[in-house]
């Protein structure tokens, strides 16, 4: 099982990305995944989850938006009006027990992109 993020980079405020999460080895519609960030010196929290439902963090709403491609087994995360304090390195996350905001409960990772976000 493996998950292969791209898309990070540097952006200026009110700018956007898009993070893409390419998923192997298994059907990522049978779980629950998720977007984390974890900026330097802070816990990774979580951005925003995907299972039967969607569920964004209070400080994303809005301006970020998950979605999926079934056909390339693909999860993005869209990210418009960026802000400086949405840099921080993000990782996509998949989980097998059901669908929450603790990292401890996501088996796996992708590798992390950095989003850094100052003019």
């Known amino acids: 099982v493996q998950l292969v993020e791209s898309g990070g980079g540097l952006v200026q405020p009110g700018g956007s990305l898009r993070l893409s999460c390419a998923v192997y080895g298994y059907t990522y519609s049978s779980y629950c995944m998720a977007w984390f960030r974890q900026a330097p010196g802070k816990e990774r929290e979580g951005v925003t989850r995907?299972?039967?439902?969607?569920m964004y963090a209070d400080s994303v709403k809005g301006r970020f938006t998950i979605s999926q491609d079934a056909a390339k087994n693909t999860l993005y995360l869209q990210m418009n009006s960026l802000k400086p304090e949405d840099t921080a390195m993000y990782y996509c996350a998949a989980s097998s027990m059901g669908c929450t905001w603790y990292p401890a409960d996501f088996r796996y990772w992708g590798q992390g992109n950095q989003v850094t976000v100052s003019s």
């Open positions: 995907l299972d039967t439902s969607i």
